[in-house]
């Protein structure tokens, strides 16, 4: 994968936060993804948030998986570590790292097919272990890299790029979360700044399992056959001398709209979803309630956003169940890690 440097230009008068950082400390390479993807809005959120929160950007872990949504590890936080896993494979990475070592901020970035179709079963181990971890979902319904087949977040009746319907139920990885017991659970839109960047922060202080389902436009895959302005289209009546791909330039998707609302948002090829943002008499720490109230506003075809369900005593994480060091795993002198032959004949006595 490469990645181009960002230019290091700061003006002497960006305001600096507890660190003497600015938001310029807290961003990555530049952004290779189409113009007006909303990866890049949620990119922005998180640098946002990181540089609010003063983290220390040395100890800050980006981890993610394969796909459009796993580029973004690099293009916030250059000055802390990243991993970029197999496919599907980024929370045992995750579970892993954060074993080794508890005193750093873990944030994994993945997308709707890196987590709900081959990172399933992952996915649902780091919710029932409780990893403390910031887990977002930069969700488009696609599969990008590969050239726009439906996700397994896809809506019923949603149609592809070359005209194919979907008619299979989407797995919601919200209400996932919540009958796996995570404890943190948000879901928002990509465009929502004001909404998103307060969310992230949560997550990033949350103890435990931290889940924010950013839903996320795609401008590459959303024409769709039947239209004559659309690729398929101009490719059969034209006779290209190279044949090659081109994404237009699009702008960003941007939404603003008041606790309890409505909001109809149309996507770059003219579908539209409705997003319902959170009133203030809404319970987040109801689970049965906010499972109903959301499957209710799906059903009338609307995304519930907001903080959906937080829980600080509904399990401990995943150093308190497993009994492991206040010292970080790394940092445990060898000794105590290999006490010698005649302690480990002890303990294998307890077995015979």
Same mark, same amino acid.
């Given at each position: 994968m490469t990645f181009i440097a960002k230019p290091k230009v700061a003006h002497p008068s960006l305001p600096k936060n507890s660190l003497g950082l600015t938001r310029r400390d807290y961003e990555g390479a530049l952004s290779t993804l189409c113009a007006g993807c909303g990866h890049d809005s949620i990119t922005a959120a998180i640098v946002e948030a990181s540089w609010a929160l003063a983290l220390e950007p040395q100890n800050v872990v980006k981890l993610s998986g394969i796909g459009c949504s796993s580029k973004t590890t690099a293009y916030f936080v250059s000055g802390g570590h990243g991993f970029n896993s197999v496919h599907g494979r980024m929370p045992s990475i995750a579970m892993g790292a954060n074993a080794a070592n508890r005193s750093l901020t873990y944030i994994g970035v993945s997308?709707? *097919?890196?987590?709900? &179709?081959?990172?399933?079963?992952? =996915?649902?181990?780091?919710?029932?272990?409780n990893l403390n971890m910031l887990y977002i979902i930069e969700n488009n319904g696609v599969y990008g890299l590969t050239k726009g087949q439906f996700s397994a977040s896809a809506d019923v009746g949603t149609r592809a790029k070359k005209g194919e319907t979907n008619f299979q139920p989407p797995i919601d990885p919200v209400l996932l979360a919540m009958t796996l017991g995570a404890s =943190?659970?948000?879901? &928002?839109?990509?465009?929502?700044?004001?909404?998103l960047v307060p969310l992230i922060q949560a997550g990033l202080k949350h103890q435990g399992f931290a889940l924010i389902d950013v839903l996320s436009p795609c401008v590459t =895959?959303?024409?769709?056959?039947?239209?004559?302005?659309?690729?398929?289209?101009?490719? #059969?009546?034209? #006779?290209?001398?190279?044949?090659?791909? =081109?994404?237009?330039?699009?702008?960003? %998707?941007?939404?603003?709209?008041? /606790?309890?609302?409505?909001?109809?948002?149309?996507?770059?090829?003219? &579908?539209?979803?409705?997003l319902r943002k959170l009133d203030g008499?809404?319970?987040?720490?109801?689970?049965?309630?906010?499972?109903?109230? %959301?499957?209710?506003?799906?059903?009338?075809?609307?995304?519930?956003?907001?903080?959906?369900?937080?829980?600080? *005593?509904?399990?401990?994480?995943?150093?308190? %169940?497993?009994?492991?060091?206040?010292?970080?795993?790394? &940092?445990?002198?060898? /000794?105590?890690?290999?006490? *010698?032959?005649?302690?480990? #004949?002890?303990?294998?006595?307890?077995?015979?």
């Open positions: 997308g709707d *097919g890196d987590t709900l &179709s081959i990172g399933l079963g992952q =996915f649902c181990h780091a919710i029932r272990r =943190f659970v948000a879901r &928002s839109f990509s465009g929502d700044r004001g909404q =895959f959303n024409d769709h056959e039947g239209s004559t302005k659309s690729y398929a289209y101009t490719r #059969e009546h034209y #006779e290209p001398a190279v044949h090659a791909d =081109f994404v237009p330039l699009e702008r960003e %998707i941007t939404a603003s709209y008041k /606790e309890g609302e409505t909001l109809p948002v149309v996507m770059h090829d003219g &579908s539209r979803i409705v008499a809404y319970d987040p720490t109801n689970r049965v309630t906010a499972a109903a109230v %959301i499957q209710e506003r799906m059903k009338a075809g609307e995304y519930l956003t907001g903080l959906l369900l937080v829980d600080e *005593g509904a399990q401990r994480e995943f150093h308190e %169940i497993n009994g492991t060091p206040d010292v970080p795993l790394n &940092s445990v002198p060898y /000794e105590a890690l290999s006490p *010698g032959a005649k302690a480990l #004949e002890k303990v294998l006595a307890r077995y015979r």
